[in-house]
């Protein structure tokens, strides 16, 4: 089945810098790619998703990259800021209807 | 607003105490899954329904049973609770892969055994 290693597991920022987590994926079938944020205590939300036809999509200060060949992709944030501190989970989607996420990376950007 | 509601938000309950944890969505999703969370963890899936049919992941404890009685609704039974599953329980769901992959989440229950 699919295996997603996410680093780094936890990432301190200071606020205006940017932030960047990695996530490798081991099924080449996969072809759905989102990430979650979850703030303490709350749902995992929906920030971006990318498919397996596009390399790079942005919203925002919020970017993800996909290199299929390698496969791995990477979620950039530009210009963080207090509220970005949360844990982020990046998943795969295979065959199906399941999602395997990665281990999460817990992001504290400093003011 | 569209939504995935879940209830109770907090639910305690004893060691060997069956509990039901419910799930409602008005999304008119195919696809709905059950997640257990613990401390920042990854979700892990538990099962999902897609329809009526239900996929149950090989990993997941006997003790652990769903129902989907209709598309809107979807429950988790837990038979016997032990203290290993304490832990926040997270409904989400989905269209089918035909036309998007999107999984929203409902706002998870926690559950704590005493």
């Known amino acids: 089945g699919e295996n997603v290693e996410q680093h780094p597991s936890t990432l301190s920022v200071q606020e205006g810098d940017s932030a960047v987590i990695k996530c490798t994926y081991s099924d080449s079938a996969s072809n759905y790619f989102p990430w979650y944020k979850q703030e303490l205590g709350k749902r995992p939300q929906l920030i971006i998703d990318i498919r397996s036809n596009v390399g790079e999509k942005k919203d925002q200060r919020i970017a993800v990259t996909l290199n299929k060949t390698a496969k791995h992709f990477s979620l950039h944030i530009t210009e963080t800021q207090p509220e970005d501190s949360a844990v982020y989970f990046c998943a795969a989607k295979a065959a199906g209807n399941k999602l395997t996420f990665g281990g999460g990376t817990r992001v504290l950007v400093k003011p | 607003d569209a939504m995935v509601i879940q209830n109770p938000r907090y639910q305690v309950t004893q060691f060997g105490k069956p509990v039901t944890l419910s799930c409602s969505q008005t999304l008119n999703h195919n696809v709905m899954y059950w997640y257990q969370q613990k401390s920042s963890q990854a979700p892990k899936l538990l099962f999902h329904?897609?329809?009526?049919?239900?996929?149950n992941e090989a990993d997941t404890p006997d003790n652990f049973q769903s129902r989907r009685p209709n598309t809107s609704f979807c429950f988790l039974d837990i038979r016997s609770p032990g203290l290993g599953d304490a832990a926040m329980y997270l409904c989400?769901?989905?269209?089918?892969?035909?036309?998007?992959?999107?999984?929203?989440f409902g706002p998870g229950t926690r559950l704590t055994v005493l």
């Open positions: 989400a769901t989905s269209r089918d892969q035909r036309e998007g992959y999107k999984q929203f």
């Open positions: 329904y897609y329809d009526k049919d239900f996929n």
